[in-house]
């Protein structure tokens, strides 16, 4: 049995699997709700879901399930993830308590059960991950959490002692290339205007090399490198823009073509 100290201890007894948990990755849910609401759901055998852990707005920690079982949180991840659910709506930032919180408890995994202090941008490595992250594998979210609370993973693994770094996935390398579109263009869909390229009429090989850069820093959800803009290269442009406080409007122009080299992962 593996259960944190020093956290409400409230054990439910269905919607869970015994055993079967190797943890190497911890999860980030928000409830879309409240902690009372959703302890109760937990509870219900028709609900067939459950998590971990549990935060308040205020900072209160709940633990439902031992961390040698598997919650039933994240679809195919269940078997090596740990799920926190934190209090609040989806499309709510953490509170200013919850981040403390949740880098308690990664900083606790860590000791416990080897999770990394860092963060992974890949549903195959370790460390601090956000739900929609694994995608179909991972139970099929979409919007959970919203990028304001992704943005925030990297000051939760900081709390938590780490560096806020991005799993051993590429860090920036200092000097990005030229951008290759006119000044004011960008990437963009295919039914965009003039001005947003999407690589089906041209500049495809540049496309692509966004792309690989991209997945290089560990941004698995674009699949392959295909060089063509899609609702998968829109969903990762959105996020890595909030990520690092760039305009979110998943066109990819020279700023967010310039981080994809310049930043650091974080």
Known sequence: MARMPGVQ?????????SGGCLPRIV?????QGSMSGTDSWFRNPRA???SHFGVSKGGTIRQWVNTSDSAWAQGNGNGY??????????NEPLTSAQPDACARILKWANGVHGVPLQRTTSIGGRGLAYHSLGGSTWGGPTGCPAARVISQLGEIVRRAGGSGGGGGSNQGTGKAPAFPLP??????????PAW??????GHREDLRRWQRQMLARGWAGLGTADG????KTEKVARQFQAE?????????GSHSWKAAWETPVT
């Open 244 to 252: 690092k406080s760039l305009g979110v409007d998943g066109l990819i």
């Open 196 to 201: 947003q390229v999407s690589g089906y009429y």
């Open 27 to 31: 999860t980030i849910h928000k409830m």
């Open 81 to 90: 993830c740990l799920s926190i659910e934190n209090e609040g709506n989806v």
């Open 228 to 231: 063509l803009y899609g609702p």
């Open 183 to 192: 000044s004011g263009y960008a990437f963009g869909p295919r039914s965009g």
């Open 9 to 17: 201890w409230r054990p439910i007894s269905t919607n869970y699997r």
């Open 48 to 50: 067939r879901v459950s």
